[in-house]
């Protein structure tokens, strides 16, 4: 095979390179893939990325990223409980390889496929608790210029993807990122960022700019742990619409995931409103935002006081991204008010209890710092606070200092700084 020239590109939380393998005939130029969670490693002055590929020829890539990083967290200054001891952890951090590639049919249609999988970098095991070989992202699919992309298989959802639009940071600093206070409700996680298996999933272009709709659909995703499935979901739907133009790109996504017994039980549905956004002032200046209202409606309570019911809940969050030469600066704020509940929810729920509803309020601050070594490697540190309220269960996604919701002490303030590095190839 002939080796080609790596793809690079400058980015805001990371430095992004793509390594590529041509077949032997062909001398086509490195591809551009999306999809995945390398949304979380966009330049700052080009749009999300799209679907599909921008590739001439077939191709096949062998890619990956590593991100050991070491961080401290505390939880202090509990108003109805003691304080949660601190933690130091070593974590890979998103870190992952793969192979995909694909088939030129001619005409500019493209058969695609992928096979991705999570990796410990401090044992060398595969992180998810099943071991199986493809945990993330793994599909084959098709894509055409004029028809767009259809990929069938192991999929992050549109809802899921958004999480790369409405911040700088990747997997890579999961303390200083607001996924938890954006994406579950006072701790409880509704299952939007876990992938969806047996789905199958439309984009009507391949790109990111312009009208962009997207698709993405499975009638029976139940127990599922060798894929990170758990509960009985047997249906998942998202509905998104995207649109880029320049320095500017905004996307809403609603999903649905039903039956998965998280908070409302029974012939229940977990649902969620977003939208997201970026805007860069400048090629080394730029903000991203998301604003999300998500919600569970089902059967909540026992026996004789069971009914229908809801628990709901509103966040946003902002973050602007700086680059200057080598270093990069990233600020990010994150607001989840207070759960909203209604029905049978409010007898059966316990943050759902009217002394305690309006204290289920958090606030996030986090800074990180980026160096690049080169155009694949850079050094980072970073520091984030939460702020609960005095019924506050949000804690830090992935690493946090209580992995239990229950186990947690409520109005409890998660600290946590670290220091990391990260290699793409």
């Not at 002032?281 to 991203?288: E, G, I, N, R, V």
Request: glycine share 12%; charged share 15%; proline share 3%.
């Amino acid at each position: 095979m002939k080796k080609q020239n790596f793809k690079q590109a400058c980015l805001v939380g990371a430095c992004l390179a793509y390594g590529a393998m041509a077949h032997a005939q062909e001398a086509a130029k490195a591809p551009t893939f999306a999809g995945s969670e390398e949304a979380g490693f966009n330049p700052l002055g080009s749009p999300v990325s799209g679907d599909g590929v921008s590739v001439s020829g077939d191709t096949l890539q062998l890619y990956g990223l590593l991100s050991p990083t070491i961080a401290y967290m505390t939880a202090n200054g509990a108003r109805n409980g003691p304080d949660e001891s601190s933690r130091t952890n070593f974590a890979s951090n998103g870190s992952y390889w793969g192979i995909r590639g694909a088939e030129d049919l001619g005409s500019t249609w493209y058969v695609l496929f992928q096979l991705e999988n999570t990796v410990n970098v401090g044992t060398g095991t595969n992180t998810n608790a099943s071991g199986q070989f493809a945990g993330r992202d793994t599909f084959i699919g098709i894509q055409n210029d004029t028809f767009g992309v259809l990929k069938f298989g192991l999929l992050t959802s549109p809802l899921y993807d958004t999480v790369g639009t409405y911040k700088f940071l990747g997997d890579q600093m999961p303390i200083a990122s607001p996924t938890t206070l954006m994406t579950t409700l006072n701790g409880t996680s509704l299952q939007f960022n876990n992938r969806v298996a047996n789905a199958v999933l439309y984009a009507t272009s391949k790109d990111s700019s312009g009208l962009v709709g997207h698709f993405l659909y499975t009638n029976s995703q139940s127990a599922d742990p060798a894929n990170g499935i758990t509960g009985n979901a047997d249906r998942v739907y998202s509905l998104s619409a995207s649109y880029g133009a320049g320095p500017m790109y905004l996307q809403y996504v609603y999903e649905s995931r039903a039956n998965q017994d998280k908070l409302a039980q029974g012939s229940s549905n977990d649902w969620s409103n977003r939208i997201v956004g970026r805007y860069s002032f400048t090629s080394t200046f730029s903000l991203a935002f998301g604003l999300d209202y998500s919600g569970s409606d089902g059967t909540y309570g026992k026996k004789t006081a069971a009914g229908p019911g809801r628990v709901s809940r509103q966040a946003a969050t902002v973050s602007l991204g700086k680059v200057v030469g080598n270093n990069e600066f990233i600020g990010g704020y994150a607001y989840a008010r207070s759960l909203q509940c209604s029905g049978a929810a409010v007898g059966a729920v316990a943050s759902c209890a009217s002394n305690v509803r309006s204290g289920t309020s958090a606030q996030q601050f986090s800074l990180a710092y980026i160096y690049r070594l080169s155009k694949r490697t850079l050094v980072s540190a970073y520091i984030s606070r939460i702020w609960n309220g005095s019924q506050g269960l949000y804690d830090f996604d992935s690493t946090p200092v209580v992995q239990s919701v229950s186990a947690r002490t409520p109005g409890v303030n998660p600290t946590g700084g670290g220091v990391g590095i990260t290699h793409i190839f």
